[in-house]
């Protein structure tokens, strides 16, 4: 399979603006990942080199297959994590699409287990009943740094995912999946939104989450997926012409859940 067909270029572009949407709404930062399966090779997917994605430019779009390994740009520094999504795909054949992430919105529900993380609004019915937790320690002998190193680390993950859409992973952050690169794109930033919801919910009093049933219900909204996308996709872009003078601040927009009273101290006063 060569790297040069129409239908590669289109899909590293939509990567590309996946990279750069989810940097712009702060579900990555320096770290975190996004990729897609092969549109042409369901053996393969798409994975930048070792960049943040804010960075990411079509060229950094490398192709591996299910093993983790590079297909494409030998000798690049590749992410440590890609087994995340190798391991992901060889277990679902229905994912097309996965986004690991650190957003410090999730990470609270990843270390309290009595917290659950069910779906609060309506735009995270793909939470269904709820997203489980990975925890590392399970599956190693001893002390890690929670990361998944390999092919065996991510194949417990992906057993731990089983086939829901997302998981949270102890004291690290979460993997969402999806049967599209723009869903997926969709619903990691809604985990965030839904983070949000269920902690400044919680100060009012219990959360009445949604049943399993209005979650299945409610997973009809991701059919309009190309409306967020499109408004996300110009957001991103206009940050990236900014002019040179806020170009230091490229990408570091505040997250959105900086606006509310959670995660105030995040926010850095760079709106324009
Ligand atoms: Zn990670």
Known sequence: MTVSTP???????????????????GIVDAFGHVSMRHPLDAERFLLARNLAPAL??????????????????????????????????????????VVHSHAAAVLPFSVVAGAPFR?????????????????????????SDLLIRDSSLGRAL??????????????HGSTVVAASLKVA???????????????????????????????????????????????WKAAADRQAAAPKAGAKNMYIAPPFWAKGRIGAAMSSSRRR
């Open 56 to 97: 990411v430019k079509t060229d950094d779009i490398l192709e591996f297959d299910l093993a983790g390994q590079p297909m494409t740009g030998m000798g690049q520094a590749l992410y440590l994590e890609r087994f995340i999504h190798s391991e992901i795909y060889r277990a679902r054949p229905d994912v097309m699409a």
């Open 158 to 171: 992906a057993e731990a995912l089983g086939a829901t859409n997302a998981i949270l992973m102890r004291g």
């Open 7 to 25: 239908l590669h270029t289109a899909s590293s572009a939509d990567l590309v603006d996946a990279n750069h949407i989810l940097a712009h709404f």
């Open 185 to 231: 794109v969709y619903r990691a930033y809604y985990m965030a939104v839904n983070a949000r919801l269920i902690l400044e919910a919680r100060q009012l009093g219990a959360v009445q989450f949604l049943s399993t049933e209005e979650a299945a219900a409610a997973l009809a909204t991701e059919n309009q997926v190309d409306r967020p996308w499109r408004v």
């Open 119 to 143: 779906p609060a609004c309506h735009m995270c019915g793909f939470l269904g009943a709820g997203a489980g937790i990975f925890d590392i320690g399970d599956v190693t002998a001893g002390p």
